[in-house]
């Protein structure tokens, strides 16, 4: 009786720990759940409206499908599968509310462009992004939602992977012109001075053989707390397009 006790215990625990854990995510019966997880739902027949979840991450394939108008003039109008990525917290329950326009007219302008808002039952925001697939020519019955899916996401996987490539380049550049600066401006100085050494000599010469020349504009140069900036400036102009364009990237994501 014991050890029966102890089992009862731990079943009601689990069960328990299970409901503390689930989560559920419902549509108003003109939507249609199409996928969960990449799963079909299964349901051809009847619309499935309703989905169990765990908490953490999640995808839902979602459409708008009703059957709209009078008895003697009706029509079944849908719109093009919407991707929802969520990430559903503990317990918590989503419901997608939307409007259901009840003129054939006003529902295909809705299924061309429909809107929703996703609410959590306990409250607190819903963590969700989605997308509508591309209406594509030809035969909607044989479409390979999932391929398409599948192809969308490869590209977004490839864009992500660019931007973190185009940014450790820029990052690279940046710290190759911080660490040469003190040569660099070394040498500048040293030309610097040997010019303005040669410009002397060469005025002494030829005051000595003419008549002083009206004094000149005075010509600004570069403060010494410029040297980083003019690094910067000089690295930037010998760079290609595409080296800037990445250079220009990273700034922007620096401020």
């Known amino acids: 009786m014991r050890f029966l006790g102890k089992t009862v215990t731990l079943t009601f625990a689990c069960i328990a720990s299970f409901n503390a854990l689930a989560a559920s995510f419902s549509t108003p019966t003109h939507f249609e759940i199409m996928y ?17 979840l765990t908490t953490g991450p999640h995808q839902i394939v979602v459409r708008y499908s009703d059957n709209v108008g009078s008895n003697s003039n009706s029509e079944i109008i849908k719109s093009q ?69 599948a192809a969308i996401e490869a590209t977004q996987a490839n864009a992500t992977a660019a931007a973190v490539a185009t940014t450790s380049t820029a990052v690279a550049a940046s710290n190759t012109v911080k660490a040469e600066p003190t040569t660099t401006a070394s040498t500048s100085t040293t030309n610097t001075a040997a010019a303005a050494t040669a410009v002397v000599a060469t005025t002494a010469a030829v005051a000595s053989n003419e008549p002083a ?43």
């Open 36 to 52: 969960v997880d990449k799963q079909s739902t299964g349901t051809f027949s009847l619309s499935k409206t309703d989905a169990d």
């Open 81 to 149: 599968p919407i991707v929802i990525n969520l990430n559903v917290k503990e317990n918590q329950d989503i419901v997608l509310s939307a409007k259901q326009p009840r003129s054939i007219s006003k529902a295909k302008k809705f299924a061309d462009k429909p809107t929703f808002n996703l609410k959590s039952k306990n409250g607190g925001a819903v963590d969700s992004t989605h997308y509508v697939l591309p209406l594509k020519s030809g035969m909607q019955f044989s479409r390979d939602y999932l391929e398409e899916i």
């Open 213 to 255: 020349a009206a004094p000149e504009a005075d010509v600004v140069m570069p403060s010494g707390d410029n040297t980083e900036l003019q690094m910067l400036q000089f690295w930037y102009q010998r760079s290609d397009a595409a080296t800037r364009k990445a250079f220009q990237i990273w700034v922007i994501q620096q401020q």
